[in-house]
T-cell receptor, first 116, second 111 residues
Framework: SQTIHQWPATLVQPVGSPLSLECTVEGTSNPNLYWYRQAAGRGLQLLFYSVGIGQISSEVPQNLSASRPQDRQFILSSKKLLLSDSGFYLC???????????????FGDGTRLSIL | KQEVTQIPAALSVPEGENLVLNCSFTDSAIYNLQWFRQDPGKGLTSLLLIQSSQREQTSGRLNASLDKSSGRSTLYIAASQPGDSATYLCAVQGGSEKLVFGKGMKLTVNP
């Protein structure tokens, strides 16, 4: 069966520090991968998605970037964190080889990021 | 721009009630609609996915319906239990990878 792992579960970082959140998927090949942010009082917002190694699409301009160095690894990064980057970050995967998968998305347990 | 609304934002009911959770969306040109459950501090668990050509999907005590033309979906929970307490989110997918989510409905089922 497929599993998705995110780490760390919680993170407290000072403003201006770098960030690296990692997500890995097991039990499937060539998944579509997604990074979402869930801020208090707001819905989930899609940040990035990837349909293959090295292929990243950005949904919103921001202080963050994403990379997919391996088929089942998705990394969310920042060079300098802002207070507004605080939130709950969720990674998800779905089956699909095209940009549109029409398959359910499966989420990790998330990373709670607090910026001080 | 697609917008998804879930009303009410919270619901508290006694155990055993049959529940209807509502979701509405503004653009009927969707490929699918998904219902998720989120427990506090956790990620989302996929409950049901209804493709645009379908009218409903069932899984155990859960039944989701879709009326694309009116921009509505309902999630029906039969014989609610305290373990059903969670936030329920619906999301629609149009012609891209982007899922547009509602803000969710927090359900509390009291024993």
């Amino acid at each position: 069966s497929q599993t998705i792992h995110q780490w760390p579960a919680t993170l407290v970082q000072p403003v201006g520090s770098p960030l690296s959140l990692e997500c890995t998927v097991e039990g499937t090949s060539n998944p579509n991968l997604y990074w979402y942010r869930q801020a208090a009082g707001r819905g989930l917002q899609l940040l990035f998605y990837s349909v293959g190694i090295g292929q990243i699409s950005s949904e919103v301009p921001q202080n963050l970037s994403a990379s997919r160095p391996q088929d089942r690894q998705f990394i969310l990064s920042s060079k300098k964190l802002l207070l507004s980057d605080s939130g709950f970050y969720l990674c998800a995967w779905a089956l699909g080889t095209a940009a549109y998968s029409n398959q359910p998305q499966h989420f990790g347990d998330g990373t709670r990021l607090s910026i001080l | 721009k697609q917008e998804v609304t879930q009303i009410p934002a919270a619901l508290s009911v006694p155990e055993g009630e049959n529940l209807v959770l509502n979701c509405s969306f503004t653009d009927s040109a969707i490929y699918n609609l998904q219902w998720f459950r989120q427990d506090p501090g956790k990620g989302l668990t996929s409950l049901l996915l209804i493709q645009s050509s379908q009218r409903e999907q069932t899984s155990g005590r859960l039944n989701a319906s879709l009326d694309k033309s009116s921009g509505r979906s309902t999630l029906y929970i039969a014989a609610s239990q305290p373990g059903d307490s969670a936030t329920y989110l619906c999301a629609v997918q149009g012609g891209s990878e982007k899922l547009v989510f509602g803000k969710g409905m927090k359900l509390t089922v009291n024993p």
